[in-house]
Structures are given as C-alpha cells and as structure tokens.
C-alpha cells in the first residue's frame, strides 16, 4: 500500500467519525474532572501576594508603630511553661486590613484566612478563629486610642499634617439594637424579674446531674440567661438618665431603654427617621484628610460637641488648629466664644433671622465681641469660600467611612465596644492616607 493511499484511507475515516453526532454523554470522548490525585505544590505564602499590595504596606507601617499596649494582656512570657500566645500584630493587621476591604464579621474574617491568599499572607499561619478576633477586636480600646495618637503624631512629624484647617462633622451609625426592644421601666421591672428566676432554675438544673441534656449544654444555657439578666440590670439603670433627656412629664413616663443594647437611643437618622444608633463625630484635617479626633456618644444632638474635640485635638498632637469648621448644630454661641478664647477661628453658617429684613451677618445687641465677629466674618465671600472645605473634607471622609469601611450598622453592642469598631474604621482610613500623603 502506498503513501498516498495510506493518508487517504485516514482522512476517510476522521470524515466517518465527525459525520456521527454525539446524543449522549456517555458516548462523548471528553477529560473528567481528577480530584483524588495527589499533588506536589511547593508554594510559600509569601509568593501569592504582589509587592505592592496594599496589605504589604499595611504590615509594613504597623511594624513601624509601638504596639506595647497590644501586649500588655499577653499571659506566655519568655522562660515559662504554656501556650504562646498568637501575636497580637496578626490579630490588629487582620482586622484593618478587613476594615478597608469593608469587613466587619467576625466569623467572614476567619473564613478568609482559610481561603483568601491575602488574608492567609496576613495571617502567616498563627492559631486564631472567630471568637479570638472577635474578643480581640473589642478588648483594647486604650491601645487603639493610643495607637491612633501615634500615627496622628507621625504623620505631624513627617509634615503630612499641618492642622491649619480642621473641620468636624457627626453621623448617625445604626446600633445592633432593634426598635422593638425598647421597653418601658415597668416592664424592664417585669422582665428583669423573669430573667432572673431563669437564672436561679437554671442554676438549679446545672447541679443535677444526668438527664438529656449535658452538663456543657446546661452551662451555656445558665451563662446565657446570667448575660440577659444583666443587659435587663443595665437597661433599668439607664432608664433614669434617659427620662433626665425629656422635657415634659408625659415624655419622661414613656421613656424607654433597650434590652439588648442599653447604651443604645433612638436617633433621627439622615433620611428623616428614627431608629437605634450611636452618633459618631471626627475630626478630620481638612489639607490631608486625615482623622486627627474621634468621639462615640449616645447622644442625638451635636450641640457643645466641637470644644470638646479641639481639647481631645490638642491633647493628641500638642497644638491647636488655627481654624475650625462645623455646621450650624455645633455652633451655639457659646461654642463659637469658647474657641475664640482659645485663638481658634470658627467657620460656621449664622442662622437665618425670623425676620426677613434683618441682615443676618449684622450683631445683634448683647452679642459678645466674638460672636459679633464670627457674625461679620461669614458674611465675606472667603470666609464662604473656606467653609465650603467642610463638606469636601468631614462630609467625604463620614461618606468614605460609610460605603468603603462598612460603618452602616454596629455589629457590636454597647458604647465600650463601638468605639473600638470606630477606632479601627478611623486607624484604617488614617494609614491608608499615610501611604497616599508618603
């Protein structure tokens, strides 16, 4: 047979062949899919993040930081027997690094440092799992605030920072709590009652022993109505300071707390309405945009909030801002003479006169002599020029806060550990313009 007939005979074949369709997949010649195959990957952790992702940098400044108040509740030390403790520096990177990625689950976060190769970089395969992180993430409130004083104080020293120009703004962050769990003090009276007869017949099944349920099981149960005895203790507690806030005596008999977050109140919101939350205020500096204050309160009102912030200011960094900008809930007169006193410019819009004819930006009789120049000053087009850096500076960095760092809904409860989620969100925000401004 010769060459040419040989190559014939093939392609008549391969002809054959396509011309016969496929009608079931049994009949179909395809590679399946192996997953019992052992495989050799000879990979290190380090390989799998790029050297300019963001994550490196992150690392890279807290290395640069003290972080001795991280430690100080680390129990392993050197020369004893025990356990070592999982570095405290993994625990705080991951827990940034989660805040910029918009992260604020506990339990997400440990999955990530399962799967995802930045997460597993950060992690650097220390012992964790959710209930570490989360414990971690609401037990150094001291040692955040500390640390956001020493990057402050950093970014001063590197110029980066020049606190010529702060402006302040609040926002209202929804609480954990529901609106269906404020109760009134009879009822919190009723319910505390409950709560705690659940306790003692608890207490009383955890000392029997056998029956279907374990001994673990009666445990957790006992531990579980003890917390809700006390978040009902707390509620009763607060219920005082709360009727203090009403103005008549119909309000103070209908003031009510919640039973899950007693720190908790009833705000007005941005859209209008009225639901649990914490009010946030920073400060930020209106050149670099970094967060130089930072305040959590229960409070609905922002009236009397900026003297305060300048004092917190002046105590992180050593120096007063030069100029202060807030909109017209922080500017009573009185604000406005406090920080003249203390030589702080203030850029805040007059309110609008009842009385149409009246020139606003005129004083009034019996105003004092800083109120009456505050009143003047923003009547000129650059004192309005200047406050306009307000909402470019505090409104985007609350906004920022809000869509990129996942401070919508507190996933904790109680003020102690908000605003250690606060602390974070604004620790994040301040090292991710420390690596822009640098």
């Not at 997400?108 to 995802?116: G, I, K, P, Q």
């Not at 401070?407 to 602390?423: E, H, I, M, W």
Request: hydrophobic fraction near 45%; include cysteine.
């Amino acid at each position: 047979m010769g060459t040419a007939s040989l190559f014939t005979n093939l392609s008549e074949v391969e002809d054959r062949q396509v011309a016969q369709p496929v009608t079931t997949p049994e009949a179909a010649r395809v590679v399946g899919a192996v997953r019992n195959q052992v495989e050799m990957m000879w990979r290190d952790l380090d390989s799998l993040v790029a050297e300019e992702h963001p994550a490196r940098a992150i690392w890279g400044l807290l290395e640069r930081l003290d972080l001795a108040g991280f430690y100080a509740q680390v129990r392993a030390v050197q020369g004893r027997a025990g356990r070592p403790a999982t570095d405290p520096r993994v625990l705080l990177a991951l827990w940034v690094y989660a805040t910029v990625e918009g992260i604020g689950s506990a339990r997400h976060l440990a999955e990530l440092t399962e799967r995802d190769d930045v997460f597993r970089w950060l992690r650097g395969g220390v012992p964790l799992n959710y209930h570490l992180l989360a414990d971690f993430r609401t037990a150094h409130q001291g040692a955040l605030n500390e640390l956001l004083t020493e990057i402050i104080t950093a970014l001063l020293a590197e110029d980066l920072v020049s606190l010529n120009r702060v402006a302040q703004d609040g926002m209202r962050v929804r609480a954990s709590a529901g609106a269906a769990s404020f109760r009134r003090e009879q009822t919190l009276e009723r319910l505390r009652q409950e709560a705690q007869e659940q306790v003692e017949r608890l207490a009383a099944e955890v000392a029997q022993a056998g029956g279907p349920i374990s001994a673990q099981e009666r445990a957790a149960r006992q531990r579980a109505a003890q917390e809700r005895a006390q978040r009902v203790a707390q509620a009763l507690a607060q219920v005082a300071a709360v009727r203090a806030l009403k103005e008549t005596a119909a309000e103070q008999a209908k003031a009510r707390v919640s039973t899950t977050d007693p720190d908790a109140r009833v705000m007005k919101m941005a859209d209008g309405g009225f639901r649990p939350a914490f009010n946030v205020q920073l400060a930020t500096d209106t050149e670099s945009q970094v967060v130089v204050g930072v305040t959590v309160t229960n409070q609905g009102t922002d009236t009397e909030e900026a003297p305060p912030m300048e004092e917190q200011i002046e105590a992180r960094t050593g120096q007063r801002p030069q100029e202060y900008l807030v909109d017209g809930g922080f500017a009573p007169k009185q604000t406005v003479t406090t920080l003249a006193g203390r030589d702080i410019t203030v850029y805040a819009p007059v309110q609008k006169p009842k009385d149409p004819t009246r020139n606003a930006y005129e004083p009034l009789k019996g105003d004092a002599a800083a109120v009456a120049a505050w009143r003047q000053r923003m009547g000129t087009p650059e004192a309005k020029a200047i406050y306009t850096e307000r909402a470019a500076t505090a409104e985007c960095v609350n906004a920022r806060c809000r869509a990129h760092y996942g401070l919508q809904q507190f996933p904790v409860r109680g003020l102690p550990k908000v605003a250690c989620v606060v602390l974070f969100t604004v620790i994040a925000h301040n090292l991710l313009r420390w690596l822009a401004l640098a």
